[in-house]
């Protein structure tokens, strides 16, 4: 099982800043890294997949992997309300079954 | 909506019942993944499907969870002999191969 972890929450960020998530994870040979949205009492939601060294943009979500650290985040630019809820960040070798860390709860101060 | 289905959106069940639960993936992808998360946790995984064939179990499931996905459509896992340890939100996903999942809603189970 690969062992995910992630900062510990919650994080309180005000409207308009930039919200930091971290994320470390155990198994060398692991391929795929994704970010996942999950509001209370909801299932979660893919909003980033990243595959190679750098970063990846969309929107206002930028996504970072470094392989050699094993060390994947997320940054989410421009804080909204919107954006407050849990970030899990999942884990996978190639075969897309993911190991998921515990997340990140971030709220959004308006 | 073309997204993954799950029913029952809840369950409460008395300890000791059997529940089974129903999964409708996304139409073209022939990958399905059934994962349990519970308060505070991320989701955990319990088995996937590529089509038909059930290619991985958790050695971490017990014996009274069984899944199934006949003909490669849609997919059911079935509990034995509920216990309170296995009230939790069960979610499906599915993909293509060598392509993100996607959840659908989840089943929220309450064994009382």
């Known amino acids: 099982q690969k062992e995910v972890e992630q900062n510990s929450g919650p994080l309180s960020v005000p409207e308009g800043a930039i919200a930091s998530l971290n994320c470390t994870y155990s198994?060398?040979?692991?391929?795929?890294f994704f970010w996942y949205r999950q509001y209370s009492g909801k299932s979660p939601e893919l909003i980033m997949s990243?595959?190679?060294?750098g970063d990846k943009e969309d929107g206002r979500f930028t996504a970072q992997l470094n392989k050699a650290s094993q060390y994947v985040s997320l940054l989410i630019r421009d804080s909204q309300p919107s954006d407050s809820a849990t970030y899990l960040c999942a884990v996978s070798g190639g075969d897309y079954k993911l190991s998921f860390g515990a997340g990140t709860t971030v709220t959004v101060r308006a | 909506d073309t997204g993954v289905s799950q029913n029952p959106r809840h369950k409460i069940t008395k300890r000791g019942q059997n529940v089974t639960f129903r999964c409708d993936p996304i139409?073209?992808?022939?990958?399905l993944y059934w994962y349990r998360q519970t308060l505070g946790q991320g989701p955990e995984f319990l088995t996937y499907f590529q089509n038909e064939a059930q290619l991985e179990k958790s050695r971490l499931l017990s014996d009274r969870f069984s899944a199934e996905r006949p003909k490669g459509s849609f997919s059911t896992l079935e509990i034995q002999r509920t216990e309170q340890g296995d009230s939790a939100m069960y979610l499906c996903?599915?993909?293509?191969?060598?392509?993100?999942?996607?959840f659908g809603q989840g089943t929220r189970l309450t064994v009382v």
């Open positions: 139409s073209e992808h022939n990958r």
């Open positions: 996903a599915s993909s293509l191969v060598s392509e993100e999942a996607f």
């Open positions: 198994d060398r040979g692991s391929q795929s």
């Open positions: 990243i595959y190679s060294n």
